[in-house]
């Protein structure tokens, strides 16, 4: 096969398109092939020829072939072999070799005959594209648009110039836009006179005296209250300040901060126009991406029938369309700018936008499906990656740019610690991970050096934790030996790693003295501040006890006072944690008042105060201490549980601690950890042997007297009946009363109710006189007591009991109790007690009781009605009972009718009195029964009718 022709077309875009045609001889017929894909990617092959065909049918298909390419956008960049056509010729002479800009450019020479919208579409693709070569034509044709009213293409030329500017066309080009200045149309005026102010490098438009900037310049606010005064004014000024800004930093800060706020309302959403418009064509990155944000951040209003509406949806689509567009134009055509104008729009938290919640098409467009248009752009500008990472928390962004940015080692390793430290605490975890590699790379290289450690140790990541641990367990000595690298890295360590300071620092190569003193005058300092968290404040002291102690003891006690008087509250309390680490610390600060405090942190330290000082101020404070110990502070407790250790293993301090411990142990519902502390200091704590403290304070509360020790049984706080179940032990059972040892007996501590048992049977005789006296423990919830009070009691023989204890054995609630009372009950119904225990018992609540009362009526009343009047009065309190004891009074009911239907006149007379009462009882029941016995009595004649 040989080569006759071939045609290559491309396709501008994004990545171009090719398209490549082959006209090939094969045995003297032709064959027309093609290949199509994108460039720099395989392309596909087909051909417009199965078979092969003759040389005319071969050019017919190929020239077919060829202008179905090009009516779909395709240009011919060229054609070889031996029979390729001329090249057509190009109107403009130029150098360009893109087809889309011989295409602009060729179109140029129709410029005078387009309308207005064609012709502005026109120029401003050529704007986009700096194709100088088109300027002259476009000065030319300046002067005609003006006087044949384009608007659209007048309002756009002064930034076509601007973009198409060439040196050696610049006194023309002052000249069309001296001409346009003075358009009568505003907006080509403004735009005239801001493009005039870029070449002559001062404004064109100019400020009023009164807002220009200066030291006295106004806030945003005060600027965008000129609105109410005068709009037209407003506009102008605000397009002055931009045009100033363009050359003054102050005015560019303040038109920044106008921008920002101003609302989007009729009258100020056309000055946010003219500058974004401006923004666009200058490539002024941080005006561009402010509007950009704003358009993307700022929520649509709702439309409302027969409300005109300036921003709206649609309005907002447009512009977040048109950013996206721009965008993608710089990348592809005009890449000077395209990272800085980029990178503007994706630091989201620059400008305090809420952007990074936002939908963005700019955002999107740059970061498409994960990756990056223009990549080969942002790989040599690693300083526009390391602020899109500092100013944005998007996701995706910061991933883009740490990527990137991983790419250039060589400048990462370069970033500073300060930025490395904003990494570190960066929300988003890519920025991290970024800081963590630059610190690793760094350590690697042997750059490890104190700050860039102690900006590793400052953070709470796993891996720096581990980098840092590493660090100094391989070389304590380099890191550790200067007491002043020491101190900064002992202030910059996160709370996480003292836990493992603490194991850490006892062997390390530490000048206690010389530490102290550095970390001392760090915390002092001004410049640089040191920055203390309230985590750091409160623990680095209680971390370094054992390995400064020592050394913070030397050091003269007016430098606590100097810190203590920063204005950062913070070194205020480091000031006093670390005073505790002295004996004298106490004597520097006033614990009573700190104690007083609602401050938590303040209340803790004061406890630490006293915790490390002499024996004399713990004893004077002990009151305090106790407070702090049952008080909700939870770091307040754990220094007053040091301090009460403190004094309980002490001889002189334990008389003073006694009564207040002994108040604590009172409390019914401790703080979480006083509890088992408590219970350690009293010797409770189970499977521990006492310690001699322990005894020590239980044998001063048994030398309070049985008082303390009966109110510590019937405590309501378990732990208190605890210590007094122990304490009892040591008492003689004399030193109680029956009752009491009785109600000791019911405690829930096994202790007490064996001692209360045994006291019982050392006092039998006492118990034989007064047996009701220790019915309390009849009605105990403990059956180990009852049994062993029953079998006492039985011992001491029921019969000699006095009426009154069976009486009161009879009122127990217990079910045993009971039975026990109803036994005695029926073996002392005698004539002379039964008609008092009758009447006293029968009111009794137990209905099983209640029975017996009336079982016992029946059989010791019998047919005698001496016995039977002595019984009325216990009959009638029954039977008047209206709602309860129904099966004992039917039992009382079934007695008096026998005995009126079998019993003898005088049983009836006796009866007759109870029997006319009940006849008026409000009970219906009752009452009918009491009428059907006066019937019966009337039957026997000892009853008058009643009505």
């Not at 009023?208 to 004014?233: F, H, M, Y």
């Not at 620092?505 to 530490?515: I, K, M, Q, S, Y």
């Not at 000791?744 to 006092?763: E, F, H, P």
């Not at 023989?797 to 045993?816: H, K, M, N, Q, S």
Request: glycine share 6%; proline share 6%.
């Amino acid at each position: 096969m040989n080569l006759v022709l071939k045609k290559n077309l491309i396709k501008p875009a994004g990545r171009n398109r090719i398209y490549e045609i082959e006209l090939v001889e094969t045995g003297g017929l032709y064959l027309v092939n093609y290949r199509y894909g994108w460039e720099g990617l395989a392309l596909e092959d087909g051909t417009r020829t199965p078979d092969p065909v003759s040389r005319e049918e071969a050019d017919r298909i190929l020239k077919s072939l060829v202008l179905s390419c090009t009516e779909r956008g395709y240009f011919e960049q060229g054609s070889t072999g031996s029979k390729a056509p001329p090249a057509a010729p190009v109107p403009v002479e130029t150098d360009a070799r893109n087809p889309y800009d011989l295409a602009l450019l060729s179109r140029l020479q129709r410029l005078p005959g387009l309308d207005d919208a064609h012709a502005a579409k026109l120029l401003w693709s050529l704007a986009l594209r700096r194709l100088q070569e088109a300027l002259p034509r476009v000065l030319d044709a300046a002067g005609s648009y003006q006087a044949r009213h384009h608007p659209a293409t007048c309002r756009l030329l002064p930034y076509v110039i601007w973009r198409l500017r060439d040196p050696q066309w610049d006194s023309d080009s002052t000249d069309t836009l001296i001409l346009l200045a003075s358009s009568p149309d505003k907006t080509t005026s403004e735009a005239a006179q801001l493009v005039l102010g870029e070449f002559l490098g001062t404004p064109s438009l100019t400020l009023e005296p009164a807002a220009r900037v200066n030291p006295g310049a106004p806030s945003a606010d005060e600027w965008i209250a000129l609105r109410t005064q005068d709009k037209d004014l407003f506009h102008e000024q605000t397009l002055a300040l931009y045009a100033t800004g363009r050359h003054d930093p102050e005015a560019a800060a303040l038109c920044l901060d106008v921008l920002r706020v101003l609302p989007f309302e009729r009258d100020s959403f056309r000055t946010i126009r003219r500058i974004f418009k401006a923004a666009e064509a200058f490539d002024d990155s941080s005006v561009f991406g402010l509007l950009a944000q704003r358009f993307a951040a700022e929520p649509t209003p709702p439309s409302y029938y027969g409300r005109s509406l300036v921003f709206t949806g649609a309005t907002k689509s447009y512009l977040n369309r048109r950013v996206a567009r721009h965008l993608r134009s710089l990348g592809g055509f005009d890449r000077t700018n395209f990272v800085d104008m980029a990178s503007a729009c994706l630091m989201d938290q620059r400008y305090g936008l809420p952007l990074h919640n936002a939908s963005f098409p700019a955002r999107d467009m740059l970061l498409s499906n994960g990756e990056t248009r223009f990549a080969e752009l942002w790989a040599v500008a690693p300083g526009h990656l390391l602020e899109i990472i500092r100013f944005s928390h998007h996701q995706h962004t910061v991933r883009f740019a740490a990527r990137k940015l991983r790419e250039n080692a060589e400048y990462a390793a370069r970033i500073r610690l300060p930025v490395l430290a904003e990494l570190f605490a960066h929300p988003v975890a890519q920025a991290k991970e970024l800081a963590l590699w630059v610190a690793e790379h760094r350590a690697a290289a042997g750059l490890m050096d104190i700050d860039l450690l102690c900006v590793l140790a400052a953070q709470p990541l796993e891996a720096a934790q581990t980098m840092v641990r590493t660090t100094l367990n391989l070389a304590p000595e380099t890191w550790l030996r200067d007491p002043n690298d020491a101190a900064r890295l002992l202030l910059a360590l996160h709370p996480d790693h003292y836990r493992w300071l603490e194991t850490f620092l006892p062997g390390a190569p530490l000048d206690a003295e010389g530490t102290a003193k550095a970390l001392l005058d760090r915390l002092q300092q001004t410049a640089p501040p040191v920055r203390l968290t309230r985590e750091q404040a409160m623990e680095l002291p209680a971390t370094l006890r054992t390995t400064l102690q020592d050394g913070i003891a030397q050091v003269p006690p007016h430098t606590f006072a100097a810190l203590a008087d920063h204005a950062d509250p913070l070194h205020r309390l480091m000031a006093i944690r670390l005073a505790a680490l002295r004996p004298d610390g106490a004597t520097l600060f006033d614990a009573q008042t700190m104690a007083g405090s609602d401050d938590s942190d303040l209340q803790a330290s004061a406890a630490a105060l006293i915790v490390g000082a002499s024996r004399e101020v713990l004893i004077d404070t002990v009151d305090l201490i106790c407070a702090l110990l049952l008080g909700p502070n939870p770091a307040a407790r754990r220094e007053a549980i040091s301090a009460v250790q403190r004094l309980a293993a002490d001889n002189e301090g334990r008389p003073a601690l006694l009564a207040v411990l002994l108040d604590a142990t009172y409390h019914d519902e401790p703080h979480e950890g006083v509890y088992d502390v408590l219970a350690e200091l009293w010797g409770l704590t189970a499977g521990e042997a006492d310690t001699p403290s322990a005894k020590a304070l239980r044998q001063g509360v048994s030398d309070m007297g049985p008082t303390v020790i009966w109110s510590l049984i019937r405590a309501r706080a378990g732990l208190a009946r605890r210590l007094g179940a122990e304490v009892v032990s040591e008492f003689s059972p004399m030193a109680f009363s029956l009752r009491k040892i009785a109600r000791i007996g019911c405690s829930d501590q096994k202790i007490a109710r064996d001692w209360a048992v045994n006291a019982l049977r050392t006092r039998v005789d006492e118990v034989a006189r007064a047996p009701q006296e220790t019915f309390a423990l009849l009605d105990g919830d403990w059956s180990d007591s009852r049994d062993a009070t029953y079998a006492l009691i039985r011992e001491t023989g029921a019969e000699r009991w006095p009426d009154e204890a069976v009486l009161a054995l009879c009122d127990c609630t217990t079910i045993a109790a009971q039975g026990f009372g109803r036994e005695l009950l029926a073996q002392r119904m005698t004539a002379v007690a039964a008609p008092g225990f009758l009447m006293r018992l029968a009111e009794h609540p137990a209905p099983v009781f209640r029975l017996t009362i009336a079982r016992l009526i029946r059989e010791y009343a019998g047919d005698d009605p001496n016995r039977l009047r002595t019984l009325i009065p216990a009959m009638r309190r029954m039977l008047q009972r209206v709602h309860a004891s129904r099966a004992a009074k039917e039992q009382i009911w079934r007695f008096i009718e026998e005995r009126i239907d079998h019993g003898t006149d005088a049983t009836r007379t006796a009866l007759t009195p109870l029997v006319s009462d009940m006849a008026a009882s409000v009970v219906r029941a009752d009452r009918d029964r009491a009428i059907a016995a006066l019937l019966r009595l009337r039957s026997h004649g000892l009853a008058e009718t009643t009505s």
